[in-house]
C-alpha cells in the first residue's frame, strides 16, 4: 500500500490534475502506476501530517484523475 504525503483526503481531492506525493512502501517493488487504479493510505506517524485516511486513486498519464 502506497503512502499518501497529504493531511487529508480532502487535500488530495483538491490536487486532481497533479502529480501524485507519495511514499512506496512495499520491499517487493514499486506499487506506483502512472496509469491505473492505486489504494493508499495516509499514515501521520511516517508523513508527520494530518489524520489516518484510506484512498482510491485513478492515475491517467501520470496525474491524479480521480479520487474515492
Known sequence: ML???????????????????????SMFGDEYLSYGWLTGANRPHITGQGRVFFARVFMRDGLIAKVE
Open 3 to 25: 503512502v499518501f504525503a497529504y493531511p487529508s483526503k480532502k487535500v488530495l481531492k483538491e490536487n486532481v490534475g497533479n502529480r501524485l506525493n507519495y511514499i512506496e512502501t
